[in-house]
């Protein structure tokens, strides 16, 4: 699958851009930079208050600008008489912060005590998400295969599923409990994965700093063959956030801390450029009426409004692919409305019986389990006929662990028999 990000050549093959070119290209000076000098001051006088002292190249890579920037702020900085030369480490300055810097620092850290690295201009996180749109993202049928290698679906499924990528808008999962909505929905966001885009660590908007980069949901793409770009960016694959029942209205809102002074972007914006997954919908702590009312006009227009401490309104792109997965029946739990929002909608049904024999072996042996060749066949009919249920994709796996897990008790090896078989029934399902 092609990224949508362009590597430039080495350095000697382009010349410097405009302030704000992009992550590809390299700021090597303040005046390439897309914020105010005076932000980027501030931002390093903390930082060097609250690290103590370092050398230059230490400042440079707390705030991620290149040495020459670092240099350019520092020399302001010394000019203020806000820090001094303590020594040096070959030609490199080792600096600190001197008793005037202390008492303007404190005063900048009652503002907002966020530190590290510089951000980017609003502006230009919006021209980069909307140029990383989903809806820019060609799947293919070798894309999904390869994604969805590992579980068992029906070749009608999958290409509905790649159907639903290409369009980047949001799809509905609804079925049964037990049928693989959850997972399917995170395998979606694998096939996206293999892309790579750029989250910047945080935005800056009217002097507010809004942090984005999250560690636990972004994860770093396979370094590019060129490293000369922006590294206030972190080049990484399309993200996945998951939220299910303890999704909030206040979540999906700027996450401002009250005693550090700064913002932490919401679920929906960490997602951006990836997938957001709806798991469970309809049973989270607002009613999903609240979620439609306040995501209805994201969805159709690709834009969510978030509002700032002081009642500052930002339009934020609302560029990701939303997936809903729910065991309610859609009919009762919105209206028709959000229903026209949501382009594709897959219902996830019972497997048929070769797919979930062919389940029970892949299950079996992943764990390593031996079984009679008739055990799949018993369990079908147990749950067709018995508890009068249609088959669901879990069976075989929470079987298989339940054998498991008596057959470790005991100190064996697991092996599934008929009394085995009856033992993991038994304990699994309700009487």
């Not at 770009?229 to 996945?240: K, S």
Request: charged share 25%; aromatic share 8%.
């Amino acid at each position: 699958m092609a990224t949508l990000t362009n590597v430039r050549g080495p350095e000697s093959e382009f010349t410097r851009g405009e302030p704000g070119s992009g992550p590809e290209f390299r700021p090597r000076s303040v005046e390439e930079l897309d914020v105010r000098q005076t932000v980027l001051e501030d931002i390093a006088l903390k930082t060097l208050y609250v690290n103590g002292s370092m050398s230059v190249l230490g400042l440079s890579s707390k705030l991620k600008l290149s040495y020459e920037i670092a240099t350019e702020l520092f020399n302001k900085m010394r000019s203020t008489l806000l820090c001094q030369v303590t020594g040096m480490t070959g030609t490199i300055p080792q600096i600190a912060i001197t008793s005037e810097g202390r008492s303007r620092a404190t005063d900048l850290l009652q503002q907002s005590s966020y530190t590290g690295a510089a951000p980017v201009s609003f502006e230009n996180y919006v021209t980069q998400t909307r140029k990383q749109s989903v809806q820019k993202v060609d799947v293919h049928t070798e894309d999904v295969e390869r994604a969805f290698a590992h579980l068992v679906l029906s070749r009608e499924l999958l290409d509905q599923l790649g159907t639903a990528l290409n369009s980047g808008e949001a799809i509905f999962l609804y079925g049964p409990s037990g049928v693989g909505k959850t997972t399917i929905a995170e395998v979606l966001s694998r096939v996206l994965a293999e892309d790579a885009v750029w989250i910047p660590h945080a935005v800056e908007v009217d002097g507010q700093i809004i942090t984005v980069f999250d560690s636990s949901i972004h994860k770093l793409a396979p370094e590019s063959e060129h490293q000369e770009y922006d590294t206030r960016w972190v080049r990484c694959q399309r993200p996945a956030v998951m939220v299910g029942g303890e999704l909030t209205i206040e979540m999906m809102d700027m996450q401002f801390n009250p005693s550090l002074r700064y913002y932490a972007a919401p679920v929906q914006m960490k997602a951006n450029n990836g997938v957001l997954i709806i798991d469970d919908f309809g049973r989270q702590r607002l009613r999903p009426d609240e979620l439609i009312n306040r995501w209805i006009v994201p969805l159709d227009r690709r834009v969510d409004f978030l509002t700032l401490v002081g009642g500052k309104k930002i339009d934020v792109p609302f560029e990701m692919l939303v997936v809903f997965a729910s065991n309610k029946d859609p009919a009762e739990l919105v209206d028709p409305a959000f229903y026209r929002r949501i382009p594709t909608k897959i219902h996830i049904g019972a497997v048929p019986d070769d797919q979930f024999c062919e389940i029970f072996r892949r299950v079996a042996e992943q764990k390593q389990v031996t079984y009679d060749p008739w055990i799949p066949n018993d369990l079908m009919e147990f749950v067709k006929n018995s508890i009068n249920q249609e088959l669901r994709h879990c069976y075989p796996r929470d079987i298989v662990n339940q054998v498991c897990w008596a057959a470790r008790y005991e100190g064996k090896k697991p092996h599934i028999d008929r009394p085995a078989l009856m033992r993991a029934i038994d304990s699994y399902f309700l009487k």
